[in-house]
């Protein structure tokens, strides 16, 4: 068994007992799960809860109403979350794809993962984050979401990423957890929940659930007794 294969059960057993169940994604329903992973891209979460709550009073958080509206119309409702004339042209572009299926999810749901995944790269807008985003939170698909924090704490614990990219850090879990929903669901949130408290950019790594198995925090902690 690599070190991999046995770490990574490890580390989500300590993010689950020090932060406990995050209950992602924060939606009433699918397509909202999908309108949030297009408008928080670059931006904090309160910016897109705002832009999600114009349009639900706008009566537009379903595909039919965004395809019914003008650019200029969704970029006023979305204002908050920043890029709003880009965001409006991602929304857009994403209803128009889910028209083809007729709004349906149960549709986008009997297709084959490979296969929606790239129909949704294909959608402008949409890269490998979001869609996967989209795939996971909304569709309760078993692909695993790699953002800048699971970046972060992947790198100072050490664990082995080949090639350093997108693809190389979700291979990492795929290979080494099974292929379920959500646990995918609930370690993601873990992970970010996790960078946004204690590895930060300055990282917090004292207090940190992981300090046992991060290579960069036994580090960090070391150099600061040497000091003092």
């Known amino acids: 068994m690599s070190r991999e294969s046995s770490l990574l059960p490890e ?16 939606a009433e329903e699918p397509f909202e799960v999908m309108v949030g992973a297009v408008l928080t891209q670059s931006t904090a979460w309160t910016n897109v809860e705002k832009a999600i709550d114009s349009l639900k009073s706008a009566g537009a958080l379903e595909p039919a109403a965004l395809r019914r509206l003008s650019l200029h119309e969704v970029a006023v409702l979305v204002r908050s979350s920043g890029f709003y004339h880009v965001k409006a042209r991602k929304l857009k572009a994403l209803v128009e794809w889910l028209g083809a299926y007729r709004d349906d999810l149960r549709r986008l749901r009997d297709r084959g993962l490979p296969e ?13 984050e979001t869609a996967d985003s989209i795939l996971l939170y909304a569709l309760d698909r078993p692909v695993f979401v790699i953002d800048a924090y699971t970046r972060r704490t992947v790198d100072r614990i050490g664990l082995a990423v080949e090639p350093k990219s997108y693809a190389g850090y979700q291979a990492l879990f795929m290979r080494h957890l099974p292929p379920d929903a959500r646990l995918f669901n609930e370690y993601h949130a873990l992970l970010v929940q996790h960078g946004k408290t204690t590895c930060r950019k300055v990282p917090r790594c004292p207090e940190c659930c992981l300090l046992k198995v991060c290579h960069y925090g036994q580090a960090t902690v070391k150099a600061a007794r040497v000091v003092l």
């Open 116 to 128: 929606l995944r790239r129909e949704l790269l294909g959608v402008y807008g949409v890269g490998e």
């Open 11 to 26: 580390i989500y057993d300590r993010l689950l007992q020090a932060y406990g169940p995050q209950h992602w994604w924060p």
